[in-house]
């Protein structure tokens, strides 16, 4: 059930990236590529779970690790950023993430995977065991903790604060102007699904580990639904 999970958020994930990259192709809206760009990096996020899983590959897991807590949410944050439209903040924004990510990705290779944590998260996936509270089924607890924590806690929170704070902002502009539209209504889902997505993943590492991958799939697939309105 687990496996299917994962595979329901990468094809929610993937088909978002397709439709988004089409109508990138049809407008040439910045937004729309770093959006793009962004779900595509989701993507291979969650493919690269499933290969750690499936190959008991390291490797993979440091690149599902890098890709999906430090750069999805930050380059998705940026495209919100291009939606915007203001030339100063998605400059800041841009510049940001490009420092960030390389912060992370330095900080992350010198990081060291717990082997026993990390065959336990195989094994419960596989059905032979129940993960204790020192390991999380989103990878939590797999490595040492150290001095990476802090640049993809940053990374995290600079995109799901970008995502939801201009969904937000434009969702009250339409509001205030009575314009209660498609693109209104994908908004407000958007801002839901974001705040889902980080609210359940974050409940689901402290208390209850078994509701994460549920919590994604539902998460996206509420995404998916917002970004079918813009």
């Known amino acids: 059930m687990l ?41 291979i996020a969650v493919l690269s779970f499933y290969i750690f899983l499936a190959f008991k590959s390291s490797f993979a897991f440091y690149i599902y690790y890098y890709l999906g807590g430090g750069l999805t949410p930050a380059v998705l944050g940026l495209g919100s950023m291009y939606l915007l439209g203001k030339k100063r903040l998605y400059t800041i924004s841009l510049y940001l993430t490009i420092i960030l990510s390389i912060i992370v990705l330095i900080f992350l290779s010198q990081s060291h995977i717990i082997y026993a944590n990390f065959n336990n998260l195989i094994n419960y996936f596989n059905g032979k065991i129940q993960l204790n509270n020192t390991i999380s089924p989103n990878g939590s607890g797999v490595l040492l903790l150290g001095s990476w924590v802090v640049p993809i806690a940053i990374s995290n929170t600079l995109g ?48 209850t580990p078994v509701i994460f991958w549920p919590s994604m799939a539902i998460g996206w697939l509420i995404f998916f639904v917002g970004f079918m309105n813009l």
Not at 6 to 30: G, N
Not at 188 to 203: D, G, H, M, P, R
């Open 3 to 43: 496996y299917v999970l994962i595979w329901i958020s990468f094809a929610i994930i993937f088909i978002m990236f397709l439709l988004s990259f089409k109508k990138y192709l049809e407008s040439k809206k910045t937004y729309l590529f770093v959006w793009s760009l962004g779900l595509f990096i989701g993507a």
């Open 160 to 207: 799901s604060i970008e995502l939801i704070g201009v969904a937000l902002y434009s969702t009250i502009k339409a509001f205030k102007r009575r314009v209660f539209d498609r693109i209104f209504w994908g908004l407000l889902i958007l801002t839901v699904s974001v705040f889902l997505i980080a609210s359940l993943s974050t409940i689901a590492r402290l208390f």
